[in-house]
């Protein structure tokens, strides 16, 4: 049931509840924010209660004896427990009724059915899904990249945000280090060794008619980032095969050792390419490890530096995600390697500054690059352009085109040098 309309009430002339199944939390969060209000009239009302049923005909939440679940000025949120099976949720359609008591006692009630699904569908069994991200290495610039895979579709839905609590490990000169991120994408300093990232994403979804699910899902990656190349290594099993060709009896074995030599010499070269153009040698140097039948990397490089620090030089001065709450200035989460800091104001309506503050090159309308991502509204969009020296402009706009607040969320920007 959509909103409910009201003619008779000096109050409100619209009741609608706005329901969030939160599976990350596991509570249906309810309230009654976007009803329609005649002036003040949300100060006027006396409360509303709120009931649930669950998908076998079960309250499991009844409206109060006395009292109301929400009282004026009606900005609250009703809080109530998922219910549990063997601990995982009770999945199907929930019945959630909101009734509001008007001023004279009349009563209005909306009422709207909520269907919980399993996160994901191949595993009724847990009540969360899986998500996969991209761990790739740049020997040359000496970097660890990090992307994160979009959340899948939820009852036919795309996610419209995300909020990401994730653990990086790597291997240090110094030994093991954690490091905490909200960010889906970012980069690292790369290290030989193991990289494993673990933690959990919180995705929301709008499926219309001010229902939301907020969706679970957990993330486990690992990843053996491998640059240096034991070239002797290499040699000396190079060397061996081709003593061996010349020992073997029978053409059909020359051939094998032959077939040996040259897919390892193709696998070396692919590493050193790979090495050489921006790429991640390690799934080359893996293979070319099996096929020699050694270690071609030394476990003494485990937590070795690769060229220096990933921002030595000029080029990308900051990464994050930007947040505005209502009409106040937004808040970001920066990047772990970030070279500079933002202090981001509201200068107008859906008009922001953003100051670069450390140690960088100035800012010019040549060298400055950009780029943003969308907001939370459909439609909606954000403008990022030069400024001054050490100013970025941002706009944000709503689907008319038009200046418009409380768009960003958890957006991301990224700010770089070109050389």
Do not use: H
Not at 69 to 76: E, L, V
Not at 215 to 241: A, M, P, Q, R, S
């Amino acid at each position: 049931m959509a909103a409910l309309p009201i003619t008779t009430s000096p109050n409100i002339t619209e009741l609608q509840s706005k329901i969030v199944a939160d599976l990350c939390g596991g509570n249906f969060l309810v309230d009654v924010s976007p009803s329609t209000w005649i002036s003040t009239g949300y100060n006027s009302v006396q409360g509303a209660s709120v009931r649930i049923t669950n998908p076998v005909g079960v309250i499991i939440k009844e409206y109060p004896t006395s009292g109301f679940d929400i009282y004026p000025p009606m900005s609250s949120v009703d809080t109530t427990a998922i219910p549990l099976i063997a601990g995982n949720y009770q999945y199907g359609t929930y019945t959630i009724a909101v009734r509001l008591t008007d001023a004279d006692g009349t009563e209005y009630t909306v009422t709207k059915n909520v269907n919980i699904c399993p996160p994901d569908p191949n595993n009724a069994t847990r009540k969360y899904g899986c998500l996969d991200m991209s761990i790739k290495g740049n020997c040359r610039s000496g970097e660890v990249v990090f992307l994160l895979n979009n959340p899948p579709n939820y009852k036919g839905t795309t996610w419209s945000s995300q909020v990401n609590a994730l653990t990086v490990k790597y291997p240090t000169a110094s030994g093991k280090t954690d490091v905490t991120t909200a960010l889906g994408s970012f980069s690292l300093q790369l290290y030989e060794g193991q990289y494993q990232v673990s933690g959990t994403v919180c995705a929301l979804y709008s499926y219309g008619d001010e229902v939301y699910f907020k969706v679970n899902y957990k993330v486990k990656c690992e990843k053996i980032i491998k640059c240096i190349i034991d070239e002797c290594c290499v040699f000396e099993k190079l060397e061996e095969l081709n003593l061996k060709i010349q020992s073997d009896c029978t053409q059909a074995q020359k051939d094998e050792t032959a077939s040996v030599i040259v897919n390892a010499l193709w696998l070396k070269q692919l590493a050193d390419l790979a090495g050489n153009c921006n790429g991640d040698p390690s799934d080359y140097i893996s293979q070319l490890e099996d096929v020699l039948g050694c270690q071609c990397t030394c476990n003494c490089n485990e937590g070795t530096p690769i060229i220096g620090t990933a921002y030595s030089e000029e080029g990308l001065l900051y990464k994050g995600l930007l947040t505005q709450v209502e009409a106040g200035d937004p808040t970001d989460v920066p990047d772990l390697e970030n070279t500079v800091t933002l202090t981001i104001a509201r200068v107008g309506v859906g008009q922001f500054t953003a100051t670069l503050v450390g140690t960088y090159t100035a800012l010019t309308a040549d060298n400055t690059f950009l780029i943003t991502g969308s907001g939370i509204s459909a439609g909606s969009t954000i403008d990022a352009t030069y400024n001054s020296a050490s100013t970025i402009a941002i706009r944000t706009l709503d689907a008319t085109g038009a200046a418009a607040d409380n768009i960003l969320y958890n957006t991301p920007l990224q700010i770089s040098i070109l050389s």
